[in-house]
């Protein structure tokens, strides 16, 4: 099943340029989508479309069957989100917060409860429920909020940079949770995020923005062999063969880019048949990094001039 469906969605704000243009794609359910772009790439845009809180300019979306522009509140009602901006109140403690919302979702009193102890304990905030929320950390807020968008069991959460802040073992608990609710749980995630070391551990999925169009989406598996994203070998050892074309990187240390993971043991037998040694050999995988680098360096797009779209929803 496909829990989010866009096909051809666009918005301007000014319209003199298109913020977001023409913006196609599907997820499945329990799927981890990650949305990567710089800033002003229409990552924002996008999110606030599907949840209703902009009106696009072209094009249509659905979420859950649901149509973005005419079934808003329904939308809201299976969705959680937490942004960069998102707020708790003060005051309250994170179990008198977690209350509030639930009420607002309109959870009786017993669910809210059973819930908050749940995401409480799996986020590790347990000692701290009746502490004011103005006392806690950055790291405890975000767990707070993730847990406040998490509460009613949404089918579909919108994580904008859900790590931001916290300290290395705290993006891996808030990681961990999100694996578990997609795993366990069967809820979709559409994470916005610039950590592309966590997202490249977490996301099953990946979208790259540019300019307010979509370069690529895919597993990585399919992106790293559609946009020939090299792996390298790299050789620890002494007196290689020069026509392998290793190039040194340091004492005893080369390197060479390889097209697959198969073409290392081919070389190898080369090396030790030349009387070369080999100390030890490995290989290194293109990152999300180097991928996501290798799509925005892409020349072959252009944004499409406005007045090229179709009105309407």
């Known amino acids: ?27 499945k359910e329990g799927e981890i989508f990650g949305i990567f772009g710089p800033n002003g790439s229409g990552k924002t845009t996008t999110v606030r479309l599907l949840n209703g809180v902009l009106d696009p300019s072209a094009g249509t979306a659905s979420i859950l069957g649901m149509s973005i522009t005419s079934q808003g509140p329904e939308i809201r009602a299976q969705c959680g989100v937490m942004t960069e901006t998102a707020a708790a109140y003060e005051y309250l ?15 009786d009193d017993q669910n809210i409860s059973k ?8 986020l590790g905030l347990c000692e701290a429920e009746h502490r004011p929320l103005k006392t ?52 979709t995630v559409f994470l916005c995020t610039h950590q592309l070391k966590y997202a490249e551990e977490l996301c099953s999925v990946f979208g790259f923005l540019k ?37 040194q990187e340091s004492d005893g240390v080369f ?31 293109a990152s999300l990094e180097d991928l996501y680098f290798s799509i925005q360096k892409r020349t072959d797009y252009a944004p499409n001039p406005l007045g090229n779209h179709q009105e309407g929803h």
């Open 211 to 247: 300019e307010g169009r979509l370069l690529a989406c895919g597993r990585f598996e399919e992106l790293q062999a559609k946009y020939d994203t090299h792996i390298t070998l790299e050789i620890r050892g002494k007196n290689l063969p020069k026509n392998l074309e290793f190039v």
């Open 115 to 122: 819930r908050s102890d749940y995401l409480l304990s799996l």
């Open 255 to 285: 390197r060479r880019d390889i097209q697959a993971f198969e073409d290392a043991g081919e070389i190898i037998r080369t090396i030790v048949q030349g009387g070369g040694t080999i100390f030890e050999a490995r290989q290194i995988k």
């Open 1 to 27: 099943m496909n829990v989010v469906e866009i096909a051809d969605l666009s918005k301007t704000y000014d319209k003199k340029s298109w913020a977001l243009d023409k913006l196609s794609l599907s997820i």
């Open 136 to 187: 806690f950390s950055t790291g405890m807020r975000k767990k707070l909020l993730l847990a406040i968008s998490m509460l009613h069991k949404p089918r579909l959460i919108f994580l904008d940079e859900p790590t931001s802040g916290l300290d290395p073992e705290a993006s891996k608990n808030v990681n961990d949770l999100i694996r578990t609710l997609a795993k366990k749980e069967g809820v």
């Open 93 to 107: 403690s994170a179990r008198e917060n977690l209350q509030f919302f639930g009420m607002l979702h309109q959870m």
